[in-house]
């Protein structure tokens, strides 16, 4: 079993930064492919971008890219969401999931582990 805690949410004001984390325990991290999703309120979960579990290959939704990076600490068992340039349009519920699955999924039902999820508020 895995266990994700995000962190690093909160209220920003358009054009403002964010970093998002999210701490992997219970299955070795370097084992786990790495996605970030979000959920506005009446709308369907996101994809935000997924991170292959040696890290090699980044993969970004368009409505984030350029905009947003995600990176991840093998040893410290962490996986970062790092959003610059935010706008308004951004604010959601941010999830982070894993996969142990080969192929890296793009779609929620991919991923088997999740997170409880940390509100980014993004003012106009």
């Known amino acids: 079993q895995v266990q994700l805690v995000e962190s690093g949410g909160g209220l920003v004001q358009a054009g403002g930064s964010l970093r998002l984390s999210c701490a992997a325990s219970?299955?070795?991290?370097?084992?786990?492919?790495m996605g970030w999703f979000r959920q506005a309120p009446g709308k369907e979960r996101e994809f935000v971008g997924t991170?292959?579990?040696?890290?090699?290959?980044?993969l970004y939704a368009d409505s984030v890219k350029a905009r947003f990076t995600i990176s991840r600490d093998n040893a410290q068992n962490t996986v970062y969401l790092q959003m610059n340039s935010l706008k308004p349009e951004d604010t959601a519920v941010y999830y982070c999931a894993a996969t142990t699955k080969v192929v890296v999924p793009t779609t929620s039902r991919g991923f088997e582990y999740w997170g409880q999820g940390t509100q980014v508020t993004v003012s106009s």
């Open positions: 219970g299955r070795t991290f370097s084992s786990l492919h």
């Open positions: 991170i292959r579990r040696s890290g090699g290959t980044i």
